[in-house]
């Protein structure tokens, strides 16, 4: 990706900014001048932050519509997991003892370039939404994740 002319980088960022800022205050959830300010100076930095990594050609960021059907999977392994951590917790003061979970290996996205990079933070960030795993690192060049699991459940690590 070329990295464009100086005002229309500035335009990118500008573009950026709003929804970030958004976020931040989503987030944040109080309003005070001081937490706007900080709001505001956070997205900026995020913004350019954003810019140079599209710039670079690092991350395409065109939405990609169809990673979005699993979002519903994904949200229906936060309910049923947070039963699971919530069984595995009562057991553990129960009886005195630790649960140290799973380390997991699997294959699948792999590959250099923007899109496989887009695909591996989108699968990161929607499998780690689940309390009971934890995506630790995708390999670009094989594909094969390190997932964490409290307790073993293939539905809880979607989309990994």
Do not use: K
């Amino acid at each position: 990706m070329a990295s464009g002319t100086v005002p229309a980088r500035m335009l990118r960022v500008a573009r950026w900014w709003p929804p970030l800022f958004a976020l931040w205050m989503l987030f944040v959830g109080d309003w005070s001048w001081l937490i706007g300010v900080w709001g505001a100076a956070m997205a900026f930095i995020a913004a350019v932050g954003a810019e140079l990594v599209v710039a670079q050609g690092l991350l395409d960021v065109r939405g990609r519509w169809r990673w979005c059907r699993e979002l519903g999977p994904a949200t229906l392994a936060v309910l049923t997991d947070f039963g699971i951590v919530v069984r595995v917790l009562a057991t553990c003061v129960a009886t005195g003892r630790r649960e140290a979970g799973t380390f997991l290996h699997d294959a699948g996205a792999s590959g250099r370039g923007p899109e496989p990079a887009g695909r591996r933070a989108w699968t990161t960030l929607i499998a780690t939404w689940s309390p009971n795993s934890y995506v630790l690192d995708i390999s670009p060049d094989s594909g094969r994740r390190l997932i964490h699991d409290l307790r073993p459940h293939r539905s809880s690590e979607r989309p990994s």
